[in-house]
């Protein structure tokens, strides 16, 4: 498992809810990549919290979304935007819960529609909420005019978590 860099770091205006490291009020979401999948570590806040101790169902949807583009960022190097989400809310994510896990992989392609299946599950491992996204995935050409240009890893192999 190793390190994803962030593309859009140097990118003028960038400042991402999902994952800026600089927005004051995003989730700074960081991510790894783990064979087919795309994962991050995240800790639950309580004041990300839609009822007393529960994660808020959209901060939630947007950790799915978010994971599915770097998904698109990474295994297809483009970028691109959401057209569709789905989100199944199986078991509440605890605010009181350390570490959260989402797990993310393409599921189908048809020409720029690329469907992304993410998972997020409890410190105990427990699937909370199944989600899927579907992208439609810029041509290189319209990804570089929008500023991206490559999506890589940071470093050595890391250890999982």
Known sequence: MRKIKNPWTKKEGY??????????????MEFF?????????????????GWVDTMHG???ATIIDET??????RKLQTSGVTTKLEVKYRKPVM???????VRGHIAEQ???????DVRIENSQGETCIEGR???FAFD??????????????????????
């Open 68 to 73: 599915a583009g770097w998904v698109v960022f």
């Open 95 to 101: 605010t009181t819960d350390k570490q959260i896990t």
């Open 15 to 28: 400042d991402c809810f999902g994952c800026c490291p600089e927005n004051p009020i995003g989730i700074h």
């Open 133 to 135: 996204a579907v992208y």
């Open 110 to 116: 048809r020409r720029n529609l690329v469907t992304v």
């Open 140 to 161: 290189k050409a319209k990804a570089q005019e929008m500023g991206f240009t490559s999506c890589d890893l940071e470093g050595d192999e890391l250890l999982p978590m």
């Open 33 to 49: 990549e783990d064979g087919d999948d795309i994962v991050s570590f995240w800790n639950p806040k309580t004041h990300y919290q």
């Open 58 to 60: 959209g901060i939630l």
